[in-house]
T-cell receptor
């Protein structure tokens, strides 16, 4: 089974802190994604990467950056956390090719910024 | 951007009842996906649909790709307690496009009363 592992289930940070959310997948997927999930808003794409060292902005990239130095790892960075970034963050991965739209999600990181 | 209207937002049903939910859009989609998110977990793919009119089953779940390509439906027969969760539809408007083009619905929260 594909496993997408997010390093923390819960995080509490203070406003202004730099926050790192880590995601690792073990199935050699080329594509990796970061979403945030908020009640009533569904899933919104923050950043994605289709190859090592490649990154593209999604629909809501403001206040975030990402890093993909290795194929299996995709990190989301909040340079200076703000309260409006309190949310559930979901990492996902997929194969390149005919079924690339089929995403495999991690269990999520619930981030609270105080 | 494109929007998916998913309804209902929430459902309170009795165990054993059938469930029906849908997603509609003013835009045409070439791929429809249905995901389920268990409490405290990330979404898991249930069914993928690739052809207008397609009807696909996965156990007690049945999903249909609308003829107009602007909607999709998910039905669950004889609901059981483990069906509780949030169901998301997702659509891709162009064939062969990457998952970054997925549009997600806001989710249907299914609650089952014993």
């Amino acid at each position: 089974d594909v496993k997408v592992t997010q390093s923390s289930r819960y995080l509490v940070k203070r406003t202004g802190e730099k926050v790192f959310l880590e995601c690792v997948q073990d199935m050699d997927h080329e594509n990796m994604f970061w979403y945030r999930q908020d009640p009533g808003l569904g899933l919104r794409l923050i950043y994605f990467s289709y190859d090592v060292k490649m990154k593209e902005k999604g629909d809501i990239p403001e206040g975030y950056s990402v890093s993909r130095e290795k194929k299996e790892r995709f990190s989301l960075i909040l340079e200076s956390a703000s309260t409006n970034q309190t949310s559930m963050y979901l990492c996902a991965s997929s194969f390149t090719g005919a079924t690339n739209e089929k995403l495999f999600f991690g269990s999520g990181t619930q981030l609270s910024v105080l | 951007g494109q929007q998916l209207n998913q309804s209902p937002q929430s459902m309170f049903i009795q165990e054993g009842e059938d469930v029906s939910m849908n997603c509609t859009s003013s835009s045409i989609f070439n791929t429809w996906l249905w995901y389920k998110q268990d409490p405290g977990e990330g979404p898991v793919l249930l069914i993928a649909l690739y052809k207008a009119g397609e009807l696909t089953s996965n156990g007690r779940l049945t999903a249909q790709f609308g003829i107009t390509r602007k909607d999709s439906f998910l039905n669950i027969s004889a609901s059981i307690p483990s069906d509780v969760g949030i169901y998301f539809c997702a659509g891709l408007s162009y064939s062969g496009g990457g998952a970054d083009g997925l549009t997600f619905g806001k989710g249907t929260h299914l609650i089952i009363q014993p």
